[in-house]
């Protein structure tokens, strides 16, 4: 579904910004007072995202909510070492591990917060985006942006675009597909109407025309009957598929995006409606990308730590 991405500037830094270019074009003689008033509001603008400024829900803490089980692997089982977290099942979001876990941590940080002054709470993924107040700062569980959730939280740019993944019967031969040109050769299944069929219409152009299902459901159960190789659905969905609905199947990789970032699904963080938190949050999530953090932790998550290395 066509998306946006939306980075938002708190308003105290464009007021700076204004001020800061009448600073600049004021005449050496101007009065100290306006020179001392300019100062004081980029003063103001800098410090806005601070921790100690920021309007959380809890003081000096960062409450953040998710889904309750945490599946891997957004989220990271407790190692052999380490006891599980009450609530928590399956995944632990507070040990920092998981695509999700180590997103949160790293926004916190981009906050001013260390990993003690995080505390996470279980929400039901559809409370999060319901209209009303929220107990979260903020909220993650791969929640894709749409302008109807948009109407009743706000919903930071993205920290994720989704992928197109293949997912196959284990030790068949598109399991060892690695080039698109490979995974054209092979039968492919697919649910209709899904950004997935565009996918495999448009960019894999398989040989053979894809078998088109009515749901996910029924192109597993193609594979299950060899009518096709291979589905292709989004890396999200194939997760949950190898992982709960196709006990003998893998993700043999995922493909690589297409179009620009504004025409593609993403997940984005949740917060209440006109959050104080919502600037920062955008900001923090910016720098994440821009100094590669954001690119890094996919990578480690989602592609390497999951065996879903891309396919092109």
Known sequence: MPTSKRFLLPSALVIAALVAGCTAATSPS???????????????ATDACAPETLETKQAGMLTIGTDNPAFPPYFDPPADDEEATEPWELGDPTNGRGFESAVAYA???????????????????????APGPKDFDFYLAQVSFTEE????????????????????RENTPIAGAS???DVAQYRLGVAQGTTSLQYVEEVIQPATEPRVYNDNTGA????????????????????FITAVQFTNGVIVGQFPSQGTAADQEHFSLVLEM??????????ALAALTDNGELEQLTIEWLSEAVEAP???
């Not at 006109?274 to 900001?283: G, H, K, M, Q, R």
């Open 30 to 44: 101007a009065p100290a007072e306006q020179s001392a008033a300019g100062s004081a509001v980029m003063s103001e």
């Open 107 to 129: 926004v916190a940080g981009e906050l001013g917060f260390g990993q003690d002054q995080v505390e996470w709470i279980p929400v039901p993924f559809d409370n999060s985006f």
């Open 149 to 168: 959730r948009a109407q009743a939280v706000d919903m930071s740019g993205g920290y994720y675009f989704v992928n197109q993944a293949l997912v196959a």
């Open 179 to 181: 080039s698109i040109e």
């Open 220 to 239: 597993i159960n193609g594979i299950r009957a060899d009518q096709v190789d291979g589905i292709v659905v989004d890396l999200p969905t194939a997760f």
């Open 274 to 283: 006109d959050s104080p938190l919502t600037d920062c949050v955008n900001e």
């Open 310 to 312: 891309v396919i092109e």
